[in-house]
């Protein structure tokens, strides 16, 4: 009855549609689910087991990644990016000559394992956007999912006490990374993906509406991690996505509802003991979590009905060009004014400006300054204890200044020097750990990567090269959107080490990849056509074949690099085990074994030494001890071990002494060393009186 249709060249048909909206779903799932399963695997990052299988994922996913887009790389493509990618490579490898000078090469290896797991996240997104040029949106709605199913979850644990965090002694929100201020980063950073979704000119409006809840989400779980410098990078963020992207209406729609109301319920959190008091009893925290529940469902609801009439009166309302332009320009000049009122209401106050200004700044860079409360009140307070962290960095900085101490040995180092009895692994910021940790060298590197990935951001956001074009296109403002939380992330390394965090840092990472090696505009692109047989072309080119298999090596020597510090450690708790089995000879092979697997670590010699000396080998053992002491004399441990040993077993107290100085010396605060001094001490004036 009806003649079939053809399809029409060039247009692609009903099917093809479907197929691509379910790759774009299916990506975005795939995008949040790396990102989730990171934060929930890891936790923090500091357990070397959770963080090896991290960096071995990471490792191996960018290996097939930029193996398959060497192959499948166009002959008219351009190496966009490869600056960064160089500079970022080069941090690499500095980190891992670092191992050569470090105070504790041990240390110095975990942290090149992590470097690179962190350049291979980088070059997930430049091999990503050589593949999938088009796929940009599920790379943001995969940050923006991920933010909020790991904020939603943090939220949970304040909800239902009783059943996730039922141990939980503190008010501020820190599950699943067990660190505060990493949950703020996550919800900083996916705001600028929310604003993304309410904002654009495209996609579904459902999507739009979403956004509105999820913003709410975020905001909530910024506020009530009680994170200052979380707030401060996504204030910073979102500035710049205001002033650069010509959508500020939009935006400030949601904005305003989503941060107001998630504002609001903030403030009202903030008010209720049992939510933000530390260590209140669990009864006092379920019956504040369901009130706050509630006040999440309602939020939830509310914002939806909100995004739903916005979007419903923005699809309808008719703007002309200059009642938008002016909009936007009231909305910048309100922004401009935040500042100037802030300085306003500082002259009016009794201090007066310059006095606020000056006491502000003491209390920001005084080590000595009172420390804020652990509460919501510390939100507002301007002191803090990095200042002793960074004074820590910039003194350890200028005693090396050209290599530093080696990666991660601003711990060791610290102790030295420190003023207080704080253990602290990291100085809280970006450039102060790595002008400790690898000096000048470092710091040059670092400043040539960030140089270079400028360049890059800004040849993908700002206006396109050499065109005439200065249009908003849809792809080029969801590029800002992912610059924003990328500057997020950014301004929060500066005054925290989340950069060390797993799940804050690979989403950022993935971005700035993305971004820098983005290159020319869809529009400008030739036809890739289809991925498998650009592969498989790719194959028949011996050139591209050969960069490869190199590439397959070196992801693959990488994977192997990862997993051996922490198989030295499961062969020393084999060890451990076994010597407990009273099997000196099984704990001593497995020992060695582990020493084999991480030789710049002493852990498996103090393991082999005691199985030594519980075998009756005490000179063996005394040899092992000092095998020890020369791999690391700049460790405390190493010389702690051996004064051990001398003191119990060998029963010499004046040899025990003599390897407590170093200790002593190493950390003047130690208690365990002034605690073993003392015993030794004691000793040796007994034995002196028995000679007597």
């Not at 996730?164 to 503190?170: I, K, L, Q, R, V």
């Not at 296109?473 to 060390?500: P, Q």
């Amino acid at each position: 009855m009806f003649a079939p249709t053809t399809p029409i060249e060039g247009v692609p048909d009903a099917g093809d549609r479907r197929r691509a909206a379910l790759g774009r779903v299916l990506l975005t799932l795939a995008f949040a689910a790396l990102f989730s399963s990171i934060v929930f695997h890891s936790s923090g990052g500091l357990q070397l087991g959770t963080l090896t299988d991290v960096e071995v994922a990471l490792d191996a996913i960018a290996g097939l990644l930029v193996m398959a887009a060497v192959l499948a790389a166009s002959p008219q493509s351009k190496p966009w990016g490869v600056v960064s990618v160089a500079c970022f490579g080069l941090l690499a490898f500095v980190t891992g000559c670092s191992i050569l000078w470090a105070i504790n090469p041990s240390t110095a290896w975990i942290e090149t394992n992590r470097t690179i797991a962190l350049f291979s996240a980088f070059m997930i997104g430049v091999a990503a956007v050589r593949l999938a040029p088009n796929r940009w949106r599920s790379l943001l709605g995969g940050l923006l999912l991920s933010a909020v199913v790991i904020s939603g979850y943090s939220l949970l644990t304040k909800v239902y006490p009783d059943s996730f965090a039922a141990s939980e002694t503190y008010g501020r929100l820190r599950d699943p990374f067990g660190y505060w201020n990493a949950v703020g980063l996550t919800a900083a950073l996916g705001l600028p993906a929310a604003v993304w979704l309410s904002a654009r000119r495209e996609g579904h409006s459902a999507l739009a509406i979403l956004a509105f809840p999820a913003s709410g989400l975020l905001v909530v779980a910024l506020l009530m991690s009680y994170s200052r410098g979380a707030l401060l990078a996504a204030i910073i963020g979102l500035a710049f996505w205001l002033i650069a992207v010509p959508l500020r209406l939009r935006s400030a729609t949601l904005l305003i509802a989503g941060g107001g109301l998630g504002l609001l319920l903030g403030l009202w959190a903030f008010g209720q003991s049992g939510l933000s008091n530390d260590r209140v009893e669990l009864l006092l925290r379920s019956d504040a979590g369901r009130e706050l529940g509630v006040g999440l469902l309602a939020l939830i609801i509310l914002l939806l009905i909100i995004g739903l009439i916005s979007t419903w009166l923005r699809e309808r309302a008719t703007w002309s060009q200059s009642s938008k332009r002016g909009a936007g320009t009231v909305l910048i000049v309100c922004l401009a004014l935040i500042p100037i009122g802030v300085a306003a209401v500082l002259a009016t106050s009794e201090k007066g400006f310059g006095t606020s200004v000056s006491d502000g700044w003491t209390q920001l860079t005084d080590p000595n300054t009172k420390q804020p409360r652990n509460d919501p009140s510390r939100l507002t307070a301007v002191g803090n204890v990095r200042s002793r962290y960074w004074r820590d960095a910039i003194t350890i900085f200028k005693a090396r200044p050209i290599i530093g101490v080696g990666a991660g040995g601003y711990a060791n180092a610290r102790l030295v020097i420190r003023k207080d009895d704080l253990d602290v692994l990291h100085a809280h910021g970006f450039f102060v750990q790595t002008a400790a940790d690898l000096g000048l060298i470092g710091l040059a590197v670092t400043l040539a990567l960030l140089a270079a990935w400028l360049a890059g951001a800004w040849r993908a956001t700002g206006p396109w090269r050499g065109s005439q074009r200065r249009d908003w296109s849809h792809e080029r403002v969801g590029l800002c959107a992912m610059a924003a939380s990328v500057v997020v992330f950014g301004v929060h390394s500066l005054v925290d080490w989340t950069w060390l965090i797993p799940g804050t840092t690979v989403p950022a990472l993935v971005l700035a990849g993305w971004l820098v090696a983005r290159g020319r505009p869809l529009e400008d692109l030739p036809e890739l056509g289809n991925l498998r047989l650009r592969i498989r072309t790719g194959l028949r080119t011996p050139l591209r074949a050969v960069l490869a298999v190199l590439v397959l090596i070196a992801a693959a020597t990488s994977v192997w690099a990862a997993m051996l510090p922490q198989r030295a450690v499961n062969q020393n708790n084999d060890a451990i085990e076994a010597l407990s089995k009273s099997d000196t000879q099984a704990a001593q092979n497995f020992a060695r074994e582990a020493y084999a697997s991480n030789p710049l670590s002493v852990t498996p010699l103090f393991t082999l030494a005691a199985a030594q000396s519980a075998a009756g080998q005490s000179v063996e053992a005394r040899a092992t001890f000092e095998s020890a002491v020369h791999q690391q004399p700049s460790v405390v441990a190493s010389w702690l071990a051996l004064a051990r040993f001398e003191l119990l077993v060998a029963k010499d107290p004046e040899a025990a002494m003599a390897a407590l100085k170093p200790a002593l010396y190493l950390d003047p605060r130690s208690d365990v060393a002034r605690a073993l001094y003392l015993q030794a001490y004691r000793a040796a004036q007994k034995a002196g009186g028995k000679k007597r």
